[in-house]
């Protein structure tokens, strides 16, 4: 297949200003939101510890969101084009990120656990290699330059509740 670029725009409005802006570190909110095209807009802040509001989705949280959810569509996927039947995918991704004294700071990793239903028949052994291949496949996990840990547990029963 030949290359292909394919292009993302959002749009970030700031909504904290509470009157007087930036003019001191506790006089503006971190509150924002981000958009694109007519999708509904996403409530952003900054990690409460920031001084965020913890009723928002911060920066930290969407980027751990971004990596679970596209090894999810990769796995799903793979799984289809398999012949193995999931009923059920759930996902408690978690991730570590470091603060240094100064301010900056950078993610040491992320962990992914989902845990997947299979009808019964399916291939579990199947089911669970393709895990490793969607990791290969994950846009998101292929860009970030810190690990990604996979620990999935695969259950093949009746019903789609999760395991």
């Known amino acids: 297949m030949a290359h292909r670029e394919h292009r993302y725009a959002v749009r970030l409005d700031w909504t904290g200003n509470l009157g007087s802006g930036t003019s001191a570190y506790r006089a503006y909110s971190r509150d924002h939101e981000l958009t694109a095209g007519t999708k509904p807009a996403i409530p952003g802040t900054a990690d409460p510890a920031f001084r965020g509001d913890p009723a928002r989705w911060n920066p930290e949280e969407m980027l751990v969101g971004a990596l679970s959810s596209c090894h999810q569509l990769w796995y799903l996927h793979l799984c289809a084009a398999a012949g193995i039947v999931?009923?059920?995918?759930?996902?408690?991704?978690?991730?570590?990120?470091?603060?240094e004294a100064g301010g900056a700071?950078?993610?040491?990793?992320?962990?992914?656990?989902?845990?997947?239903?299979l009808a019964?028949?399916?291939?579990?052994?199947?089911?669970?290699?393709?895990?490793?291949?969607?990791a290969e496949k994950c846009f998101i996990g292929r860009s970030v330059n810190?690990?990604?840990?996979?620990?999935p547990v695969v259950r093949v029963g009746s019903g789609t509740e999760p395991v």
């Not at 019964?120 to 969607?134: F, I, S, V």
Request: negative net charge; without cysteine; charged residues 25%.
């Open 146 to 151: 810190f690990p990604v840990r996979h620990e």
């Open 105 to 117: 700071g950078q993610f040491s990793g992320v962990v992914l656990r989902p845990r997947v239903m």
């Open 86 to 99: 999931v009923t059920a995918y759930t996902d408690d991704a978690e991730g570590v990120m470091e603060e």
């Open 120 to 134: 019964p028949g399916a291939d579990a052994a199947k089911a669970m290699a393709l895990h490793h291949e969607a």
